[in-house]
């Protein structure tokens, strides 16, 4: 939901820049490529192009090896817009947070993140700002993790599209791109 309605307040701006912060815990996964999909596809979808360029910046921890290395990803999308992909898959606290940046103005989302210690931003919040003034602030609604975290709507949206016969907005196609960002840093790329 925060993210759908990240997408709705967006329209009106005109972006300039992004920034998208994926931040866990001690993560020791083989391939945590899996897992930055999830940022690389969400901020192509709030971006409402595909990217141009990526290239990739690999951050090992040479204090605990085991760890995944922190990865950044800076990136141009086909319009001309920039943006930077923080994967800090071993820093203090989990959490995601996506930034858009304009000409004085800035959309910010803070994502609920379900995890064993809490959210550090709780249920969420977007907020709004122009020329240094708060236009907008709406702190999320704690709810079920099912229903903060998406898995309700996308499926509710999923079926309704199949009952409707429409096309999803979401699809196969305009995914794999994401599929392939992601790939790279399985492969360790640079770009």
């Given at each position: 939901p925060v993210i759908r309605r990240f997408k709705e307040l967006r329209q009106d701006l005109k972006a300039q820049m992004w920034q998208y912060d994926f931040f866990r815990v001690g993560r020791k996964d083989a391939d945590f490529s899996t897992t930055s999909i999830h940022a690389i596809d969400t901020l192509s979808f709030l971006?409402?192009?595909?990217?141009?360029?990526v290239e990739f910046h690999y951050c090992p921890n040479p204090a605990q090896?085991?760890?995944v290395?922190?990865?950044l990803l800076h990136c141009e999308f086909a319009d001309?817009?920039?943006?930077?992909?923080?994967?800090?898959?071993s820093t203090g606290f989990?959490?995601?947070r996506c930034t858009m940046h304009g000409t004085n103005e800035m959309l910010y989302a803070a994502l609920p993140f379900h995890s064993p210690m809490g959210s550090m931003d709780g249920a969420g919040e977007i907020l709004l700002a122009r020329n240094d003034q708060i236009l907008l602030r709406e702190p999320q609604v704690e709810t079920d993790a099912?229903?903060?975290?998406?898995f309700y709507g996308a499926n509710a949206i999923f079926f309704?599209?199949?009952?409707?016969?429409k096309r999803l907005e979401g699809d196969i196609a305009s995914g794999l791109q994401a599929v392939e960002i992601a790939d790279c840093i399985r492969q360790k790329k640079l770009e």
């Amino acid at each position: 939901p925060v993210i759908r309605r990240f997408k709705e307040l967006r329209q009106d701006l005109k972006a300039q820049m992004w920034q998208y912060d994926f931040f866990r815990v001690g993560r020791k996964d083989a391939d945590f490529s899996t897992t930055s999909i999830h940022a690389i596809d969400t901020l192509s979808f709030l971006a409402g192009v595909p990217y141009k360029t990526v290239e990739f910046h690999y951050c090992p921890n040479p204090a605990q090896e085991d760890l995944v290395p922190g990865i950044l990803l800076h990136c141009e999308f086909a319009d001309g817009q920039t943006g930077r992909i923080t994967l800090a898959p071993s820093t203090g606290f989990c959490a995601e947070r996506c930034t858009m940046h304009g000409t004085n103005e800035m959309l910010y989302a803070a994502l609920p993140f379900h995890s064993p210690m809490g959210s550090m931003d709780g249920a969420g919040e977007i907020l709004l700002a122009r020329n240094d003034q708060i236009l907008l602030r709406e702190p999320q609604v704690e709810t079920d993790a099912f229903i903060s975290n998406g898995f309700y709507g996308a499926n509710a949206i999923f079926f309704d599209c199949i009952r409707a016969g429409k096309r999803l907005e979401g699809d196969i196609a305009s995914g794999l791109q994401a599929v392939e960002i992601a790939d790279c840093i399985r492969q360790k790329k640079l770009e």
